[in-house]
């Protein structure tokens, strides 16, 4: 088994809880040491062997009794939400919501998902069984704090798994209230677990025999990381990493609708979301109108305190994805870029940046090769549908797509040809509990929600029952 060594007498950097609208530090944990992290595990290899064996209508039980207190405690979540991320505090009620959702979506569908699949063959019977993996170790992000940690856990959990969640390190009270939530509504001990580590401290946990595989959102370089290191090991993983959205519009599409919706898409958690779009394709006979209103939009939004109902854009998460954000945005327009709206940070306390609008960088410029997360909208202009197909592959990422068209053979055309885990026609990109959520390319591998997302981390097992008298098996497989 791993451990983590560290300089003897120096202790770890404590885990900060840190309001990003003022700057205020709004509490400080230590992060779990050996001996502790240890017990964590065992503790969540104990619970498996009783939780896989539990009754579908218990776990369904327990996932409707978190339906319920998300519900009753929204306003209270929401709050906890906008002051730890600075997510706007109408969204964070709605993020609220959403998980009480999932839960209901699993518990009410996940036995049709889980029940035994008959196949017909030369048996007597065979049929396919899924049954559960062990302890799931998730790498949770910080944009979603409940939503991204409950669209794996309830199916997981459902599924006879039980967790190991390592969240994002600047929302450590959401981690925690997570954990509290499942307490409250009955889990056993060891079913859900939130360890508060450091990313070094990742390794330890998915080095350990007992960890049977995991479930990473995040960015590239940790999706390599622990990718890797489970590779090794042959545990499977899950991955949801970045994404540079495009926002298709095509001369057919309603100008007005798509305009308005590609506001709402870029702006959505103030810009830091993987599904929200980013590059926004624009067929040449409609592309002066819809730069008009894109611009008139991102400049209306309202930026503001987050605890204010009326506020669109709050502040970005930190400090560093502040000044990553911005030193993007100079690059972009230093390679020729033309700045419409925005490019700035706001003179104010807390990690504040002004929506902003680019258009028509350089193919080679951070704002077409790089996911810009913050409520920066990079504008493209193609001639014709085949080049709108071709500017929205052009991209290492490949999870969602928005194409605005009312041209029925311009709809299946991208439909087809677009390289992403989720295509929406004339709407906007959107998780959903009932459909599986996921990317292709560098936007990770493997699939959450949908009976898809509950398969993920089980043993997909065949059966095979011979009939009396027959051979048990042929001699070739």
Known sequence: MATVRRPRGRRPEPILSVNPATGERLATYEPLDERAIEARVARAASAFED???????????LLMRLAALLDEERERLARLMTLEMGKPIRAAGEEAAKCAWACRFYAEQGAAMLADEPVATDAARSFVRYQPLGPVLAVMPWNFPFWQVFRFAAPAVMAGNVALLKHASNVPQCALAIEDLFRRAGAPEGVFQTLLIHAGQVERVLDDARVAAA???????????????????????????????PFVVMPSADLHEAARTAVKARAINNGQSCIAAK???????????????????????????????????????????????????????????????????????????????????????????????????????????????????????????????????????????????????????????????????????????????????????????????????????
């Not at 579908?56 to 039980?61: F, K, L, T, V, W």
């Not at 995040?218 to 994404?243: C, D, H």
């Not at 990079?378 to 709108?388: F, P, S």
């Open 51 to 61: 939780h896989r064996r539990s009754p579908i209508a218990e776990r369904s039980g």
């Open 215 to 245: 479930t990473l959102t995040g960015s590239e370089a940790a999706g390599r990381a622990v990718a890797s290191q489970a590779g090794a090991r042959i545990k499977k993983t899950v991955l949801e990493l970045g994404g540079s959205d």
């Open 279 to 477: 590059r926004f394709i624009v067929a040449g006979p409609v592309a002066d109108a819809f730069e008009q209103r894109l611009v008139a939009g991102m400049s209306a939004l309202v930026v503001g305190d987050p605890l204010d109902p009326a506020t669109d854009v709050g502040p970005l998460a930190t400090p560093d994805i502040l000044t990553g954000l911005h030193a993007q945005v100079e690059a972009s327009v230093g390679a020729g870029a033309r700045l419409l709206a925005g490019g700035r940070r706001l003179e104010r306390p807390g990690n504040y940046y002004a929506p902003t609008v680019l258009s028509d960088p350089p193919a080679d410029s951070p704002a077409c090769r790089e996911e810009l997360f913050g409520p920066v909208a990079v504008l493209l202009r193609a001639r014709d549908a085949d080049d709108a197909l071709r500017l929205a592959n052009d991209t290492t990422f490949g999870l969602g797509a928005s194409v605005w068209t009312r041209d029925e053979r311009e709809r299946d055309r991208f439909v087809d040809g677009l390289e992403a885990g989720l295509v929406f026609v004339n709407g906007m990109v959107a998780s959903d509990p009932r459909l599986p959520f996921g990317g292709v390319k560098r936007s990770g591998y493997g699939r959450e929600l949908g009976v898809q997302g509950l398969r993920e981390f089980v043993n997909v097992k065949t059966v095979w029952i011979a009939g009396d008298g027959r051979r048990a098996l042929d001699e070739t497989e």
